[in-house]
DNA sequence: AGCAACGTCCCTACACCGTAGACTTTAGGC
DNA sequence: GCCTAAAGTCTACGGTGTAGGGACGTTGCT
């Protein structure tokens, strides 16, 4: 009468019983944070939600602040970066959009990844985190900017999308459902006298469309790097023939 | 023989010995985050540097958080938003590079700018960090925006604000100093096939002017939007007529 | 088969955190 | 001089991250 809970050898794993790997911390970090906010990603907590004691996870990340950055890394990686052969300025607005819904669908991610490049020189964050921005370097080059242009328009470019994703964020945090009602009621707490404005822009602040704002913004942000900077390169999708060395 | 540290009776205050005020503490609290980051501001620490007990802090905000709240809208109030009689452009700029001295003023307190508002219903912020928004909905509708316009126009260029002092901030954390030696090291650390550009770009890095990236980002989005959004208040100060009642 | 070495994991312990609740001290009005 | 309310304090509790050391299973060598 073997118990019925841990029969097989090494079989199909009880109950979280593999072998934890640096993926599988992660990523149930990743799940714990979703689910509850950074407030309960604590080290016991993870332990916990991983049927293991908390020290263990101190193989897997060097401490609380290196598994946040794991984190962020994983979410990022979530994030492709595929040159295709369209316009630069349609790529870029295709990863702004995906971007977008990434941090949609990771709210509480957002916060690591606008806070903790912070606090980390550019050259020591983890590749992960640095992996978008040498790509989209590329994709610029590739479309025919040289390289400091390039860093110009990374700059405006990211920029303004992050700016845009924690704008979005800060706008609606309660349910959809009884999203008006509620934000109409934050709203009639502020002062009348000194606020009308706020106030009066009740309903145009309910039915926010993020995806519209971000595309508008993009246009004529995207259309004026490309009137601005680009000595010839604003269509076509590059020289085609530098693929300098190696 | 009376001790020589508090013979007076309530004179010049011997040592943080004044009546505690909500404004003393808040300002006691931003000095240290200030001087050492958000991790040294714990209320055992704040009230040491006081000279209290812990506990009194809970008199003057309702808890850490709340504290935080406090911070960060002592720090707002240092935004002076001031419409003067230059064109709405003139003026988003200029409070633009208002912010952005600010915040290199107290780089601490940005991820608190950014991340306390994710957590708060727009209704329920502190009063202090809606205001901002409320003067500059004013200002644009002096310069004849209509409300949602105003809003759109508020979100693309507070969108791509703050999202250019991320982005600044993120560049450099290390001392003017040394600078670019230790940036390069930074750098060095990459894979040089995975990032080429970045590493390339690292003299690039080096030199960033932070003022001039902004007033050009703005540039291109205040003109895009003057040029895409309003009907026709594209210059003048206001119709000048419309103060509507009392 | 036996054994040594090593990586994985757990246990214990420590210093520090936010803060609830009851207490003492202080300041001001009568 | 008392009374009262506010301001400040004390004690204590349950939580946190993580250092150090020991237990254990797995693996590779002989």
Redesign the interface.
Known sequence: MMSPSNDSRQDHVPRGRARLSREAVLSAALELLDAEGLEALTMRRLGQELGRDPMSLYRYAENRAALLDGVTELVLSELAIVPDDRVWQEQLRRIAHDLRLLALRH?NV??LL??R????????RP?GT??P??QI??LL?EAGFG??D???VY??Y???????I??E??????DPEENEA??????????AK?????R??AP??ADYDGAA?LD??L???L???AS?LPPDARKGPAPSRIDSSE
Do not use: D, K
Request: glycine share 8%.
């Open positions: 709210p957002v916060p606008v806070t490049p912070l606090s980390t020189p550019l050259g020591l590749l640095l992996r921005l040498e370097l590329s080059a390289p400091e390039s860093l110009h700059r405006a990211y920029g303004f999308l992050y700016g845009h924690l704008n964020l800060q706008e609606f945090i309660v509620l934000l109409r009621l934050g709203l009639h707490r502020l002062p000194e606020f009308p404005r706020l009066a822009l145009a602040l704002e508008q913004g246009s004529i942000l259309s004026g790097l601005r």
